[in-house]
């Protein structure tokens, strides 16, 4: 069996397009569309992560702001500057970076975001209006596989999906997402007993655990589909995904590569935020 790419290439292109042309009619407008990123650690990958958002944003002509806090931020500071932004009529959009320092809970600080500007869907209020399926933003990144899969043809609705991890930036609005669609959801975690049992009783398996290569050819059944949210430092620095591509390559009918799978509809889906955003503060 040949295993299909899921590249995610050419949707973050037309998600861009698309993005581009709204944001130069805001800027027509009046302003161009505004994001600020917030910093608050030295993590090397969290510092490569905003210079990619920075470029694209550019790109799209969207502005792109950053208040680097230190690492060593307190909570007090980092909630009382998302709040500031949160109520400052020049900023459409508000990201909280991670990691944070120690000590500081996401959900604790996230709450400071206004659901209206919260474009990663991080804070507990919108991750609640994602659970009771009212209007807001989903985390990107959940919403990356599901427009990855409606792009690919790959269909949804009274499918089995197994999601290997269980965080709030992924896993657990995922199953929400999926569920909307009429799916059929099963959250693994750490303490799943016979993992493999269950993703290969799945038709599809979305790995979004964190931990490289866990999802094996064992774990997926003949046939199905796989999407892989992993991003991992790999031996030689590169980046892997949460699945053992190898081994799935000819089991599975269709895999999504890491990097070039989900990794760019994220990136894309975030900046289309900021832009929605940004129309809806404007009326």
Known sequence: ??????????????????????????????????????????DPASGWYVKSLQRAAGKLGIACDTVDLGADASADAIRATLAELSGDPAVDAVMLQTPLPAGVALADVSSAITAAKDVDGVSPH???????????????????????AKFHDIPLSGRHVAVVGRSNVVGKPLAQLLLAENATVTVCHSRTTD??????AADIVVAAAGRAGLITGEH???GAVVIDV??????????????DAESVQGRAAALSPVPGGVGPVTTALLMAHVVRAAEAARG
């Open 1 to 42: 069996m040949d295993t299909t790419s899921l590249t995610g290439k050419q949707l973050a292109a037309d998600l861009n397009a698309a993005t581009a042309d709204r944001a130069a009619a805001l800027t027509a407008s009046g302003a161009a569309p505004r994001l600020v990123l917030v910093v608050a650690n030295d």
């Open 126 to 148: 919108s991750l609640g209006l994602l659970a009771t399926g009212l209007p807001g933003f989903p985390p990107a990144t959940a919403q990356a596989v599901v427009e990855l």
């Open 195 to 200: 993992l493999p049992a269950v993703t290969s």
């Open 220 to 222: 997926v059944r003949a």
């Open 230 to 243: 992993g991003t991992n430092e790999g031996p030689d620095g590169g980046i892997v995904g949460d699945v």
